[in-house]
């Protein structure tokens, strides 16, 4: 729910929300929201990165463009694990987030660095916790707070050989 203005409106959203996962989830207990202050300005880029698995190739670290435009551009890019800094902006290099962060950073390397620190850790999790068999995270790029994680959600199953094996 956006655009949430005040306690009564929250209350109506909040029961709107528990009333559609119960409708598509009936056996799902809900625990909870998470409630957290809206981010707006012109010059915020938003991300998509992840953790999907492949039948053939086993774990893949995804990237691409975030928020609204996700699902309307599909400019996810994989690459295999695991991966290092370099490895890490080829994969962004993929994408046409890359590119439109190209044009509109004020500290491109920086927040290419940034970027690359958050898919090496992606990598990582890959290898140390192998029971993740998918995860997906929406980071908002802020000039001056740096990467802001607006959600995320995690799912498990059997852990999956990898195509590479970490050295």
């Not at 010059?43 to 774990?59: A, H, K, M, N, W």
């Amino acid at each position: 729910a956006t655009n949430v203005e005040n306690e009564a409106q929250l209350r109506v959203k909040g029961k709107q929300l528990f009333d559609q996962v119960c409708e598509k989830y009936p056996l799902s207990k809900v625990l909870g929201y998470s409630v957290q202050t809206m981010r707006r300005a012109l010059d915020l880029q938003q991300f998509s990165v992840g953790i999907t698995r492949d039948s053939e190739y086993g774990p893949l670290i995804l990237f691409g463009g975030g928020g609204g435009r996700t699902d309307i551009m599909v400019d996810r890019q994989l690459a295999l694990p695991p991966l290092n800094s370099a490895l890490a902006i080829t994969l962004m290099k993929k994408s046409h987030a890359y590119y439109v962060l190209k044009e509109k950073s004020l500290q491109f390397d920086e927040d290419v660095r940034q970027l690359g620190k958050v898919l090496v850790s992606l990598s990582h999790m890959v290898i140390d916790l192998p029971y993740i068999k998918g995860c997906e995270a929406n980071l908002l790029l802020h000039p001056q707070d740096g990467l802001i994680t607006l959600g995320v959600a995690i799912n498990l199953a059997e852990p999956q050989r990898m195509t590479i094996r970490p050295y």
